[in-house]
Structures are given as C-alpha cells and as structure tokens.
Antibody
Framework: EVQLVESGGGLVQPGGSLRLSCAASGFTFSSYEMNWVRQAPGKGLEWVSYISSSGSTIYYADSVKGRFTISRDNAKNSLYLQMNSLRAEDTAVYYC??????????????WGQGTLVTVSS | DIQMTQSPSSLSASVGDRVTITCRASQSISSYLNWYQQKPGKAPKLLIYAASSLQSGVPSRFSGSGSGTDFTLTISSLQPEDFATYYCQQSYSTLRVTFGQGTKLEIK
C-alpha cells in the first residue's frame, strides 16, 4: 500500500525556519517525481515545489522561490521541504504528493495527510 | 503560468441530481487536465486524469470531457458521499502545475 506521511509542521514566528519531511512507503520512491502542495486555511490548493526522481531537477512557485528548498533522500525514502524566512502567508497545510506519468499524462495519484504550518508571533 | 478558472465557485444540489462543473484554462492545454475531490480535513483524491480517464477505483458516475481550454466534470447522479470540493489541475506545464480555485458542492 502506498503511504506518504508528512511531519515537521508546527507554530513558528515570522522570519523563522521549519523543515518538513515526507516519509514514503509501499512503492519504489526513487522512481517517482514528487511535489509539495499547500492549502491555506479555507483556501484552495497551491503548488509549491517539484523535484525529479533523481533530485537533479527542481522547480519552485514564485511565492516561495529563494526561501524554500526541496530535497530528497532516496536511500531513506524521504522528501523534504526546508522553509526559511517564513511569512504569515505561508500558513497552510502542506501536502506531499506523488507524481505519476502514465502514457505521457501527468497527475498526482497519491497524497499525504498533510502537516499544518502556522506562522504567527 | 497557466491560469485555471472554475465555475461555479459553489453549487447546491440534491442527491440524485446531475451536476456539471466547468474549468477553463488561460491557454490551450490539450487534454492535460486532471480533477480532484477533497473532503473537509482530508487530502485531495484523484478522480480523473487526461481530461476524461477515470482513475482506478473511482465510481463510473464521474466523467470528464473537454480539450484545449474548456473542460467539464460531470457527476451523473449525486450520492451523499459526493458532497465535497472539486479542483481542476493543468499538467500541460508539467513542472509548474496549477489548480483551479475549487468548486464547493453542497447539499440543497
């Protein structure tokens, strides 16, 4: 069974840092591209960051570029999001999502349960 | 970035109704359009990929159509468990996907 379990969320002051983790199991993690998606309270889904299966290709949303860093450790079946210079508008539930490429089509077929990040003084 | 606009933003319907949700892209995205369902406090769940392909395990009352810039998600006969928020997602820009703002489907 595919499982994605996020951790590391919590309350942090503006300007602070936090590192999120996503533990993957039930599939060959090193074969899949991964993403972080967030959802502010009562709002819609916002894509945050992408990382290729090898970790060699990385992209960020403009809203987090220069402040967030995505990484992965395929030996540990884990995905990470290092978040620095946090702002109130970064408050959200953060989901890790597995990307599936099937016959050229690309979609997120498995999601974690999410971890809440609250940026407040 | 490609902008995705859903309509309506919210919708009230009754069990057994046929419901259609629309998603429009700011530029042509071929059929690179996915639909997700999200229930309160839960992660999104993939319903449809490639505009019209039903994800494994998803009931056949869900269907998708469209290509280019205009897409629809149809639920043929609403069931109580279908009341949720629905999101479209473009994957034409594979490495920079974007979502619609969501459509909240509520019980009338």
């Amino acid at each position: 069974e595919v499982q994605l379990v996020e951790s590391g969320g919590g309350l942090v002051q503006p300007g602070g840092s936090l590192r999120l983790s996503c533990a993957a199991s039930g599939f060959t993690f090193s074969s899949y591209e991964m993403n972080w998606v967030r959802q502010a309270p009562g709002k819609g889904l916002e894509w945050v960051s992408y990382i290729s299966s090898s970790g060699s290709t990385i992209y960020y949303a403009d809203s987090v570029k220069g402040r967030f860093t995505i990484s992965r450790d395929n030996a540990k079946n884990s995905l990470y999001l290092q978040m620095n210079s946090l702002r109130a508008e970064d408050t959200a539930v953060y989901y890790c999502a597995r990307a599936k490429v099937y016959r050229g089509w690309y979609f997120f077929d498995y999601w974690g349960q999410g971890t809440l990040v609250t940026v407040s003084s | 970035d490609i902008q995705m606009t859903q309509s309506p933003s919210s919708l009230s319907a009754s069990v057994g109704d046929r419901v259609t949700i629309t998603c429009r892209a700011s530029q042509s995205i071929s059929s690179y359009l996915n639909w997700y369902q999200q229930k309160p406090g839960k992660a999104p769940k993939l319903l449809i990929y490639a505009a019209s392909s039903l994800q494994s395990g998803v009931p056949s009352r869900f269907s998708g159509s469209g290509s280019g810039t205009d897409f629809t998600l149809t639920i043929s006969s609403l069931q109580p468990e279908d009341f949720a928020t629905y999101y479209c997602q473009q994957s034409y820009s594979t490495l920079r996907v974007t979502f619609g703002q969501g459509t909240k489907l509520e019980i009338k």
